[in-house]
Each structure stands twice: as structure tokens, then as C-alpha cells.
């Protein structure tokens, strides 16, 4: 897809190209991630996972946790750690 020229309003707002939201299926009210990368400003799109596929990653966790030699105390106790940070 072509490099496309837009504004900014005074508001800080920006209207992101009809192909391009056509292109990766954005609606309004669609989520996506701004962040700087290399003075380039970056928006990636966030999608919410199925609850199967949400699923399938929790058994990978605990598959590897297991594997790991963690416990589920193990990783209450590293969860709070994180929480204090």
C-alpha cells in the first residue's frame, strides 16, 4: 500500500485512510497500539482473542509452568511481586 499524507487536527486527532482501514478491517471502536519506534510513529492493531484460543495459551503456560518445576503458590507469589512493581 502506497505511503498516504494526512493531517492532524487541532485536537491531535487523525483519520486513518479508507483503504487502509478497509485493508485491515478497522471499525469504529477498533483498538490499536501507538507507540515510537525510530521517530516513526507506529499503530498496530489489537485484536482480542477467541476464549479458544485464550484456552490453548493457558494450557502452553501451564504445560511450561509444569515443566519448569513452578507450582500454582510459585506463581501466586511471582504475580504479587509483579503487582508491587
Same mark, same amino acid.
Given at each position: 500500500?502506497?505511503?498516504?499524507?494526512?493531517?492532524?487536527?487541532?485536537?491531535?486527532?487523525?483519520?486513518?485512510?479508507?483503504?487502509?482501514?478497509?485493508?485491515?478491517?478497522?471499525?469504529?471502536?477498533?483498538?490499536?497500539?501507538?507507540?515510537?519506534?525510530?521517530? &516513526? +510513529?507506529?499503530?498496530?492493531?489489537?485484536?482480542?482473542?477467541?476464549? =479458544?484460543?485464550?484456552? $490453548?495459551?493457558? @494450557? /502452553?503456560?501451564?504445560?511450561? &509452568? +509444569?515443566?519448569?518445576?513452578?507450582?500454582?503458590?510459585?506463581?501466586? =507469589?511471582?504475580?504479587? $511481586?509483579?503487582? @508491587? /512493581?
Amino acid at each position: 500500500m502506497p505511503v498516504q499524507v494526512i493531517t492532524m487536527s487541532t485536537k491531535g486527532q487523525i483519520v486513518l485512510p479508507r483503504e487502509m482501514r478497509e485493508a485491515l478491517s478497522l471499525e469504529a471502536g477498533s483498538k490499536l497500539a501507538v507507540f515510537c519506534e525510530d521517530g &516513526a +510513529i507506529v499503530l498496530k492493531p489489537l485484536s482480542v482473542p477467541s476464549a =479458544d484460543d485464550f484456552r $490453548e495459551s493457558l @494450557k /502452553k503456560a501451564q504445560a511450561w &509452568a +509444569i515443566d519448569n518445576g513452578y507450582s500454582e503458590s510459585d506463581v501466586k =507469589d511471582i504475580i504479587k $511481586e509483579a503487582r @508491587k /512493581k
